[in-house]
């Protein structure tokens, strides 16, 4: 059975002599978490100690100002890093060879990424905002038990100078030197809470209140005896009622409401930063004596409690009285509730006791997990820089083929030189599927016809037009039109029979130079509207035919006083059918009856 250890012993501003003496610095490996001695864990401070002094021999040999930091996480192999890069600054004044130094280079990085599975020694490692420590006082009386203090209360920083026992023995008072009677001599810290309009804040002596002979339970004696020197607590309404948010906050994210709530809330923000500085100005004797400042809060005023808000704010401010950058300003390492002066005493009681805690527990697989983790985070890496450089390629698909819309030579010469190594004028269009019949920019261009950039394409870019597409089609083969033909051929012409293109393979006819092709176009064009003329003609010859019949039959019922095809029916002549149309339906309605005609002289001479 356990014996409790009275909390007023364990109060780290006046800490028992006994308990003081007992404790012991806990070290931990980073990964696995396993305890290790203060031997092993001086020993590698030792060797990081050296790593500081190589490190300000090699800033010294390059001529820097020699700045020795603390050691940070994962730094095993420092020395021998150190050690290789003092030699290579050395070979490459020699004139050593980029091949040595790629070598040496690989070879660092090799090191230093397995360096990620190697652990550290560190007092910080504890997986809690707290320091731990060994004590024989709980190994008789707890197991597994071990003595903890807010890393943040001693200034813990993870250095080889940094020492947590003496800085803790630094902070309480002793046998030797008590603690004065003096609640301002004993020492004072301010404790500042800050949430949605609540404000709760308190000057605390260290000197804390007897509380022999009060009654309560343990907690609520330790409660007791807290000694406020000053405390103050206000709300102002600065929050939108069950929905969360400061109303500046709102109108950052969603522009400046007009409604009364938020004129009301704004005034009460801006009312609120005035309560808050005033109350700084009548402290102000007091927190200039205060040798910790904790900060708790949400918003302007303490999310980051060293920038500026309604409690820190910057040194340039006049009114500031806990200025930004001020090392007494700490944040509160654990969740409080709604600031009020008994949340301030809890949260007081919480930081100035040493707490009992379980010892962490080992994790042994850790160091597989570590590794499986990072083999699962490099394949995810790689998968996404996959995906990122289809995104790419199609993104320069889409601006080729707008470039080729738009027959901007320019442009495209620009595109092409611009993104040579990303994308070339024979690369696949992407995505592949999207453009099977069409796979690069010169089956493209050929496709929809644009005759120019089809010539451009072959003799400045240099296109390939022996490439086919997924139905073994080239270019040239799916050329949209007789125009965009006589443009390959031309570009044949251009380059010449022994530019190196197996032309058979393409299929491009003959070449042609340039006069020719504008002789065979205009040729071309000339036959077709010959063509058309006759077409209309005839076209003009069986309508005149078709209306001179329908008016002969038309007298002939006349003079018979009848209409064909029986009593009472009245037929509409084909002429009467045109009639009610404009020129250009006319001409389509006889097209169409001409082609018709031409299918039905077709299907007769086939059937003989």
Same mark, same amino acid.
Not at 62 to 91: A, D, F, W, Y
Not at 131 to 151: D, H, P, Q, R, W
Not at 247 to 271: C, H, I, P, V, W
Not at 318 to 327: E, N, V
């Given at each position: 059975?356990?014996?409790?250890?009275?909390?007023?012993?364990?109060?780290?501003?006046?800490?028992?002599?006994?308990?003081?003496?007992?404790?012991?610095?806990?070290?931990?490996?980073?990964?696995?978490?396993?305890?290790?001695?203060?031997?092993?864990?001086?020993?590698?401070?030792?060797?990081?100690?050296?790593?500081?002094?190589?490190?300000?021999?090699?800033?010294?040999?390059?001529?820097?100002?020699? @700045?020795?930091?603390?050691? &940070?996480?994962? $730094?095993?192999?420092?020395?021998? #890093?150190? =050690?290789? %890069?003092? +030699?290579?600054?050395?070979?490459?004044?020699?004139?050593?060879?980029?091949?040595?130094?790629?070598?040496?280079?690989?070879?660092?990085?090799?090191?230093?990424?397995?360096?990620?599975?190697?652990?550290?020694?560190?007092?910080?490692?504890?997986?809690?905002?707290?320091?731990?420590?060994?004590?024989?006082?709980?190994?008789?009386?707890?197991?597994?038990?071990?003595?903890?203090?807010?890393?943040?209360?001693?200034?813990?920083?993870?250095?080889?100078?940094?020492?947590?026992?003496?800085?803790?023995?630094?902070?309480?008072?002793?046998?030797?030197?008590?603690?004065?009677?003096?609640?301002?001599?004993?020492?004072?810290?301010?404790?500042?809470?800050?949430?949605?309009?609540?404000?709760?804040?308190? @000057?605390?002596?260290?000197? &804390?209140?007897? $509380?022999?002979?009060?009654?309560? #339970?343990? =907690?609520? %004696?330790? +409660?007791?005896?807290?000694?406020?020197?000053?405390?103050?607590?206000?709300?102002?309404?600065?929050?939108?009622?069950?929905?969360?948010?400061?109303?500046?906050?709102?109108?950052?994210?969603?522009?400046?409401?007009?409604?009364?709530?938020?004129?009301?809330?704004?005034?009460?923000?801006?009312?609120?930063?005035?309560?808050?500085?005033?109350?700084?100005?009548?402290?102000?004797?007091?927190?200039?004596?205060?040798?910790?400042?904790?900060?708790?809060?949400?918003?302007?005023?303490?999310?980051?409690?060293?920038?500026?808000?309604?409690?820190?704010?910057?040194?340039?401010?006049?009114?500031?009285?806990?200025?930004?950058?001020?090392?007494?300003?700490?944040?509160?390492?654990?969740?409080?509730?709604?600031?009020?002066?008994?949340?301030?005493?809890?949260?007081?009681?919480?930081?100035?006791?040493?707490?009992?805690?379980?010892?962490?527990?080992?994790?042994?697989?850790?160091?597989?997990?570590?590794?499986?983790?990072?083999?699962?985070?490099?394949?995810?890496?790689?998968?996404?820089?996959?995906?990122?450089?289809?995104?790419?390629?199609?993104?320069?698909?889409?601006?080729?083929?707008?470039?080729?819309?738009?027959?901007?030579?320019?442009?495209?010469?620009?595109?092409?030189?611009?993104?040579?190594?990303?994308?070339?004028?024979?690369?696949?269009?992407?995505?592949?599927?999207?453009?099977?019949?069409?796979?690069?920019?010169?089956?493209?261009?050929?496709?929809?016809?644009?005759?120019?950039?089809?010539?451009?394409?072959?003799?400045?870019?240099?296109?390939?037009?022996?490439?086919?597409?997924?139905?073994?089609?080239?270019?040239?083969?799916?050329?949209?039109?007789?125009?965009?033909?006589?443009?390959?051929?031309?570009?044949?012409?251009?380059?010449?029979?022994?530019?190196?293109?197996?032309?058979?393979?393409?299929?491009?006819?003959?070449?042609?130079?340039?006069?020719?092709?504008?002789?065979?176009?205009?040729?071309?064009?000339?036959?077709?509207?010959?063509?058309?003329?006759?077409?209309?003609?005839?076209?003009?010859?069986?309508?005149?035919?078709?209306?001179?019949?329908?008016?002969?039959?038309?007298?002939?019922?006349?003079?018979?006083?009848?209409?064909?095809?029986?009593?009472?029916?009245?037929?509409?002549?084909?002429?009467?059918?045109?009639?009610?149309?404009?020129?250009?339906?006319?001409?389509?309605?006889?097209?169409?009856?001409?082609?018709?005609?031409?299918?039905?002289?077709?299907?007769?001479?086939?059937?003989?």
């Amino acid at each position: 059975m356990s014996v409790e250890i009275p909390y007023a012993k364990r109060y780290i501003y006046n800490l028992d002599e006994s308990i003081l003496e007992s404790l012991r610095t806990l070290y931990f490996d980073s990964i696995t978490f396993e305890q290790k001695t203060e031997k092993e864990f001086l020993q590698r401070r030792k060797d990081e100690i050296e790593d500081a002094k190589a490190q300000s021999i090699t800033d010294t040999l390059e001529n820097k100002p020699m @700045i020795v930091q603390p050691k &940070p996480r994962n $730094t095993g192999l420092i020395v021998s #890093t150190l =050690t290789n %890069l003092k +030699l290579s600054k050395t070979k490459e004044d020699d004139g050593d060879d980029d091949t040595k130094s790629k070598e040496k280079e690989e070879k660092e990085n090799g090191n230093l990424n397995e360096e990620n599975y190697e652990s550290t020694l560190s007092f910080m490692t504890t997986k809690s905002p707290m320091i731990l420590f060994n004590s024989a006082l709980l190994s008789t009386t707890e197991t597994g038990k071990c003595f903890g203090v807010y890393k943040t209360v001693i200034n813990a920083i993870d250095s080889p100078n940094f020492d947590p026992l003496a800085a803790l023995k630094s902070t309480s008072f002793g046998s030797s030197n008590p603690m004065p009677k003096d609640p301002i001599e004993s020492g004072i810290s301010a404790i500042f809470m800050l949430s949605s309009g609540h404000f709760a804040g308190a @000057i605390i002596s260290h000197l &804390p209140h007897s $509380t022999k002979g009060n009654k309560g #339970t343990t =907690t609520e %004696l330790q +409660l007791q005896s807290v000694r406020l020197l000053a405390h103050k607590t206000f709300h102002r309404y600065t929050t939108r009622r069950k929905q969360g948010g400061s109303q500046s906050a709102m109108d950052d994210a969603k522009g400046k409401a007009n409604s009364a709530g938020s004129t009301l809330r704004r005034y009460n923000e801006q009312a609120l930063g005035k309560d808050v500085e005033t109350l700084m100005d009548e402290w102000k004797p007091l927190i200039d004596q205060c040798s910790s400042i904790f900060i708790r809060g949400s918003g302007k005023g303490g999310k980051n409690a060293r920038g500026t808000g309604l409690i820190v704010r910057d040194g340039k401010d006049p009114k500031a009285i806990i200025k930004t950058g001020d090392k007494r300003v700490k944040m509160i390492p654990f969740a409080t509730k709604r600031p009020t002066t008994m949340e301030l005493k809890r949260a007081w009681c919480e930081l100035s006791y040493l707490k009992v805690i379980d010892v962490p527990s080992i994790e042994k697989g850790e160091v597989e997990k570590r590794r499986k983790r990072e083999e699962m985070m490099k394949k995810s890496k790689d998968e996404k820089s996959e995906d990122e450089k289809d995104s790419e390629e199609v993104n320069l698909t889409n601006e080729l083929i707008a470039l080729l819309k738009k027959s901007k030579a320019p442009a495209l010469l620009s595109f092409m030189k611009k993104n040579k190594g990303k994308f070339e004028v024979n690369s696949k269009l992407q995505p592949e599927e999207a453009y099977r019949l069409t796979p690069t920019a010169l089956h493209y261009a050929s496709r929809k016809g644009y005759a120019f950039m089809v010539q451009i394409l072959l003799v400045q870019l240099h296109a390939d037009p022996t490439v086919v597409s997924a139905i073994g089609k080239t270019a040239y083969e799916v050329a949209g039109d007789v125009e965009t033909r006589y443009s390959f051929r031309v570009a044949r012409g251009i380059l010449g029979e022994e530019c190196g293109i197996e032309w058979k393979e393409t299929h491009i006819g003959r070449s042609m130079s340039k006069d020719e092709a504008a002789e065979a176009k205009a040729a071309s064009k000339k036959e077709e509207e010959t063509r058309e003329e006759e077409e209309r003609q005839k076209l003009k010859e069986e309508h005149d035919s078709v209306v001179e019949s329908f008016k002969s039959a038309e007298s002939s019922r006349e003079g018979r006083g009848k209409v064909l095809g029986g009593p009472g029916v009245v037929r509409v002549t084909e002429e009467q059918k045109l009639s009610g149309l404009s020129e250009m339906q006319r001409m389509k309605v006889l097209r169409e009856q001409r082609f018709r005609a031409i299918e039905a002289r077709l299907k007769k001479q086939q059937e003989k």
